[in-house]
């Protein structure tokens, strides 16, 4: 396994991301999303393990996602639209590679990740061959209409978990619904989300796993909103699982 570092430009600005590339002739590639205000090291561990066993795995932090962020796109301006552009970006740049196989490309995101690429996968639906989302949150309309009810109610700015957001973000979600995403995606879908998450209500889940066309929802008993290492040593053994059972049909 071999890892590299990787600049992406578009729209203006450029994706920072690390390559965890396998030691064989062609494979198979993921592409992972994290959450809010994370950064491209957060599946560093689940990203070798993918490698090790013959997975190609990206994993980049969102312009203006994170305060870690390299690009110089601010916070203020980021919004679930220029991450899935990010994220597109990234799909675009891959396809491109001529080791991966084309029709083997799956989406994994965790959080608001999850969301993000769930988003991704419904607007690339014919690239992207399954969906692994963790703890996905399909909450975060909801939240914000619910706080601002009124547009005139959205602040200039807003401090949320040590990163400030600006007025565009919560602008942007008036009349989202991410409902219409997943119901344009019908190819296979793995969720998982623990039962003791205080931050995206395990019910976002369960139905998100009966709206997708193919959907299979593992709950991870005592895990709460980003998993342990034992969850995680468990998420990646079904992950993997659930990729190469999709492969295999073929």
């Excluded at 957060?42 to 962020?69: H, L, P, Q, W």
């Excluded at 978990?161 to 009349?175: D, I, S, V, Y």
């Excluded at 139905?207 to 593992?218: I, N, Q, R, S």
Aim: aromatic share 12%; with cysteine.
């Amino acid at each position: 396994m071999k890892k590299r570092e990787l600049t992406i430009a578009h729209h203006g600005r450029c994706v920072h991301g690390y390559f965890y590339e396998p030691d064989t002739k062609e494979y198979p590639l993921v592409i992972m999303s994290h959450g809010y205000n994370g950064h491209k090291s957060d599946f560093e561990i689940s990203a070798e393990y993918f490698a090790d066993n013959g997975i190609g795995t990206v994993c980049y932090t969102f312009c203006g996602g994170s305060v870690r962020d390299e690009s110089g796109f601010s916070t203020m301006e980021m919004t679930l639209f220029t991450e899935e552009e990010d994220l597109c970006a990234v799909l675009d740049e891959i396809l491109m590679w001529e080791r991966v196989t084309k029709e083997q490309i799956f989406l994994f995101g965790g959080s608001q990740g999850g969301l993000i690429s769930a988003m991704a996968a419904a607007d690339r639906k014919e690239e992207v061959k399954g969906l692994i989302l963790l703890y996905p949150a399909f909450c975060i309309a909801d939240n914000w209409n619910t706080r601002f009810k009124r547009e005139e109610d959205i602040p200039s700015k807003l401090e949320l978990w040590g990163m400030e957001l600006g007025n565009k973000f919560f602008r942007t979600l008036r009349g989202f619904d991410h409902h219409t995403y997943i119901s344009r995606f019908e190819r296979p879908v793995l969720i998982m989300h623990g039962d003791r998450d205080e931050v995206v209500p395990l019910s976002y889940s369960k139905a998100a796993a009966e709206e997708y066309e193919e959907a299979k929802l593992e709950v991870f008993a005592g895990e709460i909103h980003g998993f342990t290492d034992n969850g995680n040593r468990r998420m990646e053994a079904m992950a993997i699982y659930f990729i190469h059972d999709i492969i295999g049909r073929e």
